[in-house]
């Protein structure tokens, strides 16, 4: 637990007021909390009493969290709205835009920036007074940060890259509201169906046995909907590490989707080695989740060995997340330097594992794009889709590739310059 600096009740304290502000607060940053357990704190905190501050913190915390990844998100905003004296300073720092040299003193800690977030509630930070001696002009920055349709319409369309800080921040915000649907594969199980088309012959002959051999109703059955599992491999060389950090947001969002239809979402990054981040995406908090798939990634914006990194996949993870016919998703630039001849066979054995090979390349946002690096050369006669992934346009347009088993995207096209 975090060291807090003393609390001071004022002489005529709003403790009700005060928590059910702090019940909103959390409400914006992603946890569940309703009226109800806004009433459950302050039973809570009038029969624990407010004389101790560790026994206050936990009084809350029992009463708003019921789940281990809201602990951080939940102390962070604790912290912010009640103990440090100087919060809305922190908070503002942390909303600013890193121009200028205007940057936050500590890198913020996991749930920090939402909790920011929550605790703002749309408000705006204003830039510092720039030090205007010494200068005869005076510069004036204005900064509008209201959100209409166009300002998302532009961001939809925009490279990942030429984003600045601020549309990067909502770019996030748009990826974590996207979701990647998928279609049920059918299965030769069935489940019983007034309406099926196949006779369940066990369950109509064993009905008709309890009554003495008289078949009063024929069962039918249906084939019962099997869900695939998506497979995603995220390059994190130099790069690409700008797009793979944009992806890896909105692999985090359709991991936790529930309904979206897929079983289970596998995720990897390769650079120079293959790391398995599977379990780092399954933490709620998007922060805390990317920070700790950061520290198990020690090879980030290093080289690339497409090659190597896809041996090593086929070698100790294909049997183990390519079953029940897997959907992959390949997104790396395809510039590599090793052996073509050891990338095209790797690439193939993959393709063969999967139910359906789709690659995102960010280089296809050029008109004049063409297959000349024998990377690009090797890999693309080995998937089934071959598409841009550069901007929030190109990641919503999975959802139309998955729902079409037809759709090649670019790979014809291509091809046919090879």
């Keep these: 637990m975090p060291e807090y600096a003393p609390l001071d009740l004022p002489e005529h304290p709003k ?9 909103r607060a959390l409400r914006k940053a992603g946890l569940p909390v309703g009226p109800g357990r806004v009433v459950d704190a302050i039973r809570a905190v009038e029969a624990a009493g407010f004389t101790s501050q560790r026994d206050f913190f936990y009084t809350l915390r029992a009463c708003f969290v019921n789940r281990p990844e809201h602990r951080a998100v939940f102390a962070q905003i604790f912290r912010l709205y009640w103990r440090d004296p100087r919060y809305m300073e922190h908070m503002m720092a942390m909303m600013l835009p890193a121009i200028r040299g205007v ?27 720039a030090d205007t001696q010494g200068t005869d002009e005076e510069t004036v920055i204005e900064v509008d940060a209201s959100l209409t349709i166009s300002t998302e319409e532009r961001l939809r369309t925009l490279d990942f890259e030429q984003m600045s800080v601020a549309e990067i921040a909502e770019a996030k915000r748009m990826l974590a509201k996207l979701t990647l649907p998928v279609q049920p594969l059918p299965s030769r ?25 008289e078949m009063r109703r024929i069962h039918l059955t249906k084939p019962r909907p099997r869900w695939p599992n ?28 529930k309904g979206a239809g ?23 908090d998007v922060d805390a989740a990317l920070a700790a798939a950061g520290q198990e990634a020690q090879d980030w914006e290093g080289g690339t060995r497409i090659g190597a990194c896809l041996h090593a996949f086929n070698r100790d993870w294909s049997r183990r997340v390519m079953g029940q016919g897997a959907v992959v998703l ?41 297959p000349k690096a024998t990377g690009i050369r090797a890999m693309l006669p080995h998937v089934d889709t071959f598409r ?23 790979k014809a096209r291509l091809m046919a310059q090879l």
């Design 388 to 410: 841009a992934g550069h901007s929030i346009a190109t990641l919503e347009a999975l959802a139309e590739a998955l729902s079409r088993p037809d759709d090649a995207g670019e």
């Design 230 to 257: 998506l497979v995603v491999l995220c390059d994190i060389s130099g790069s690409m590490s700008q797009y793979s950090r944009m992806v890896l947001h909105f692999l985090h969002a359709v991991a936790n989707e």
């Design 189 to 213: 199980r069935g489940q019983p169906s007034h309406t099926g088309h196949r006779i369940d012959a066990r369950k109509t002959l064993r009905a008709a046995m309890r009554r003495g051999g």
């Design 330 to 370: 390949l997104i790396t630039d395809g510039l590599d330097r090793d052996d073509p001849g050891a990338l095209s066979h790797e690439m193939q054995r993959l393709h063969l594992s999967a139910r359906r090979l789709i690659w995102l390349n960010p280089l296809l946002r050029w008109e004049g794009f063409a």
């Design 262 to 284: 897929w079983a289970k979402v596998h995720a990897f990054t390769f650079g120079t080695r293959l790391t398995n981040i599977t379990r780092h995406l399954a933490t709620r």
């Design 103 to 129: 940057q936050e003193e500590r890198a913020a800690q996991a749930g920090e920036k939402r909790a920011a977030e929550a605790l703002l509630d749309g408000q705006q930070p204003d830039l510092p007074e």
């Design 15 to 23: 403790l009700t007021h005060n928590i059910t502000h702090f019940a």
